[in-house]
């Protein structure tokens, strides 16, 4: 039986348009395939865990407007429970704006009523989920993420960080974390380095651990993942597809290792499927469109994949 996954996060409309390069200073250049979807690591984590089948509960807060109703939908009929998800009558729905070129993507973010969510609505929330997990990044107020940390711990719940936008966190946050994950350019801010082998994600790794994280697992892109905990390394492979967007590749990556860690995987099992989901995604436009079923990964996965 699945533990039960709570996610803390942001809730996005994806306003996303294409582009040939990124524009200079001052310089207006034509766009093309402007598309609308629902997005924000928050809800994209939270969608990627009970699209595996998870029993997956989200904290968060929308706007009471189109793209906040748009959100709610779309997460219920992932199965995402949106019960501890605020209307708020203050502020808009949170937006993104995301600019992609050549199968890349640079994205701005305005928090709008993900700046709302209350610690009461936290606690209450997690009360009595004791030996579930909860999964949270940066998207949301920082004073949000402490607590619902702190609350998680005091349950006992196993905690997994994304610290995505990456900032340099209080010392006080690093001992409530049970797994980071980071990727390279969230490495060098929180260490001062940017990995790009086994040796660069030990040193980071000791970094981290030091300061009171359990685990650490380092997403390196095309060079796949690599995971340390206590001086063991998994060295975990990338995927090779035919990447359309990136858009929703990190999210669906730590939604399957959280859905693995739910189902007490072990390390490299989660990783490795974890692995294998964000180059699914990598296939298909948008975030949450992206993100695939148990069947589908499981198809890729028994097809062998395409490992780099």
Known sequence: ????????GSINADLMISANRVPSQGETI??????????GKGGN????????GA?????GSVGRDYHGQLALNALNNFGVNTNHVLLSDDEHTGVAMILKTDHDNRI???QGANANI??????????GSDQDFFLTQFEVPLY???????QAKSLGMTTVVNPAPAIVMNEDFYPLIDYLVVNQSESEILTEIFPHDLEDCQRAAKTLCERGVKTVVFTLGGSGSICISNDHAEIIPSYTVDVVDTTGAGDAYIGTFL???????????ALTYASAAGALACTKQGAQEALPTLEALMDFMNQGGNHE
Request: hydrophobic letters at 45%; glycine letters at 6%; proline letters at 3%.
């Open 1 to 8: 039986m699945s533990s039960k996954i709570y996610v803390l």
């Open 55 to 59: 029993p997956t509960f989200l904290i």
């Open 45 to 52: 984590q939270a969608a990627a865990c009970a699209n595996l």
């Open 108 to 110: 701005i973010i305005n």
């Open 259 to 269: 859905y693995g860690l739910s189902k007490q995987w072990n390390l490299q099992k």
């Open 118 to 127: 209350s610690v009461p609505r936290i606690h209450e929330a997690l009360q």
């Open 144 to 150: 949000a993420v402490y607590e619902g940390l702190k």
């Open 30 to 39: 034509a766009g093309y395939d402007y598309f609308e979807a629902i997005g």
